[in-house]
């Protein structure tokens, strides 16, 4: 292929005159502004507690055992040891509460976004064109809920990594034919960012293929050499990226083995109906990129859906999948923008399924950059066609980028707390049994037990086997002094969940409010059987042993239980109270 003019720009813009730093101070300070308000909400009851607020390892900071748990843990379904790093020194800086941690996940926001433009930039020396890619990508209200949640800091660490993996390949590249000690070192900084990107999120398995589509267009690689003897471009290209692909291989392997438990069966979710909801969602992502209203966490998964749609949704991509095979020799961000997108979304489309939501706004995070692409580069070649006056342009850019910064604060604002989130979700999905949870425990935190109940008998009648609100419905009774039938709604959670230690636990406390001790301290027993560093079960089970006059077993519960959480009052106290000190 001959290299277009802009392939031919990018290998000097690498070079060039430096990026204006002004784009780039502007870019960050709007993105701080439009997403302050994160930093005012609550954390949510939906994987915050598990994350962060509740993580005895987390909250503990940052210290070498927990170092050391970070690497090994499979906690979370996930293998992710620099997203647990960032959230423990979020603690050391900013102490236990939401503020701290929403203000890292904007600060990495604001700093992806400036990468998008210095990315784009330095590739293919398109000033404004990849200012409003960056724009795009920062403003959109598809990303609100990377930023927002403070358990997707994987979304937006993962990401900055990642753009600086392609960043520095893109330096690599402009210097490869040299084959000298900077190539070399910029190709080893690539491979570098890469694996603490993959050590933040393993969603970035698809970086090698952008790779190969920047190889594409703008670097223009695919150039036959002119030396005979050298390899064809495409299989020296794809052979520079083997070391990348090890390192995919790896994180492959170490993903599987830890979301082992959260992979649903072919037997509970068919591969027709996967591949059904994959077709829809990449259809349905496509259209709330353009039009980002009714936006929910989660989407439920409704099976085969509406068939109607699905065929839109066929027929949709694979219209846009021809014309940009047509045109995308003339055009080449088209088919780089196009494949950039569909690619990036492989691992998270749903043909493994993890979870049981259909979908996710969070999955949008770089994927979208592809569509981002497409739309800036493809309004300039319009407008350069068309030769529309530079002021008409202006205005149109700054009204796309006015609507997406109205939606997205209209959706921060659904971030203020899990009342507000999971009210507007139930509100746009109607039939949503985990909104429907998460709003009874939101209501249950808050002393509305009634509403509590109600909800969570809703997402038991959506889903009858949905062990947590099962369980936190006989939490509930349990509070209302109806242990007997508290008792028998957790023993059928436990029923559908047999592994979960929160369960045990639960049930624990009922058989305390009951004096039956003894049933009690078998239930915390599983508990921590189940779930070791568990310092709440440890705190309890200490409990029942103090009241059964067993001081040692006592005393070394308590212990277990400070040394897990180090800001345990509860069993500090208890060995004050026994005479007993904190350590060995």
Excluded at 317 to 340: N, Q
Excluded at 454 to 473: G, K, T, W
Aim: net charge positive; hydrophobic share 45%.
């Amino acid at each position: 292929m001959k290299a277009t003019p802009e392939a031919q720009a990018s290998r000097t813009g690498l070079k060039g005159k430096a990026v204006v730093p002004g784009t780039s101070i502007l870019l960050a300070v709007t993105i701080f502004l439009v997403f302050n308000y994160a930093l005012r909400c609550d954390f949510l009851n939906y994987d915050d507690p598990q994350y962060f607020s509740t993580n005895p390892h987390v909250q503990a900071g940052l210290t070498w055992p927990n170092v050391a748990w970070a690497l090994t843990t499979r906690y979370a379904s996930n293998w992710h040891p620099l997203t647990w790093l960032s959230l423990m020194l979020d603690v050391d800086l900013f102490g236990p509460g939401p503020a701290g941690p929403h203000l890292t996940n904007v600060a990495l926001h604001a700093a992806n976004t400036v990468l998008v433009f210095l990315l784009l930039k330095g590739l293919t020396g398109a000033h404004w064109r990849s200012a409003f890619v960056a724009a795009l990508f920062g403003l959109h209200p598809l990303h609100v809920e990377s930023v927002a949640w403070v358990s997707e800091r994987k979304d937006v660490l993962s990401a900055f990594f990642g753009l600086l993996t392609l960043i520095t390949y893109g330096r690599y590249a402009a210097e490869s034919k040299a084959h000298d000690l900077k190539s070399r070192v910029l190709y080893g900084l690539a491979l570098l960012f890469f694996v603490l990107g993959l050590m933040s999120k393993p969603m970035l398995v698809t970086l090698p293929f952008v790779m190969l589509l920047l190889d594409w267009w703008p670097l223009g690689r695919y150039q036959q050499a002119s030396d005979p003897r050298r390899q064809p471009p495409l299989l020296r290209l794809a052979v520079e990226k083997l070391p990348f692909l090890a390192l995919c291989a790896a994180s492959s392997a170490v993903t599987l083995v830890a979301q082992r438990g959260a992979v649903q069966s072919l037997g509970y979710i068919p591969l027709s109906i996967r591949t059904v909801n994959a077709i829809d969602s990449y259809g349905r992502y496509l259209w709330k990129t353009i039009w980002p209203v009714d936006l929910a966490i989660p989407y439920p998964y409704h099976g085969y859906g509406n068939v109607w749609l699905f065929f839109l949704a066929t027929s949709l991509l694979l219209g846009i999948t021809v014309a940009v095979m047509r045109f995308g020799r003339v055009f080449p961000f088209l088919l780089v923008g196009w494949l950039w997108y569909l690619g990036m979304l492989v691992p998270t489309i749903g043909l493994v399924q993890v979870g049981t939501q259909s979908m996710a706004d969070r999955y949008t995070y770089l994927p979208l950059i592809g569509v981002f692409i497409i739309a800036a580069w493809g309004a300039g070649e319009f407008t350069k066609r068309w030769r529309l006056p530079q002021a008409a342009i202006w205005c149109g850019a700054l009204l796309i980028l006015s609507l997406c910064t109205s939606r997205t604060l209209d959706q921060l604002a659904y971030w203020k707390n899990s009342g507000t989130l999971f009210g507007h979700s139930i509100e746009v999905t109607r039939v949503n049994d985990v909104a429907q949870y998460n709003l009874g425990f939101y209501c249950a935190g808050r002393g509305e037990l009634d509403e509590a109940m109600n909800h969570y008998l809703e997402a038991i009648r959506i889903n009858p086997s949905y062990d947590d609100a099962l369980n936190n419905l006989g939490v509930a009774l349990a509070m209302e002094g109806q242990t007997d039938e508290a008792i028998a709604r957790i023993r059928e959670s436990i029923r559908y969940a047999p592994r979960k230690a929160d369960a045990y636990y639960n049930l624990g406390n009922v058989f305390v409010m009951q004096h039956k001790l003894d049933d009690a301290a078998n239930a915390y027993t599983e508990a921590l059987r189940l779930k070791p560093d568990y310092p709440e079960a440890h705190n309890n089970i200490g409990n029942i042993y103090a009241m059964q006059g067993r001081r040692d077993l006592a005393v070394e519960h308590y212990r277990e239980a400070l040394r897990l959480n180090p800001k345990h009052e509860g069993a500090r106290r208890a060995l004050n109270a026994l005479g007993a000190a904190p350590g060995e």
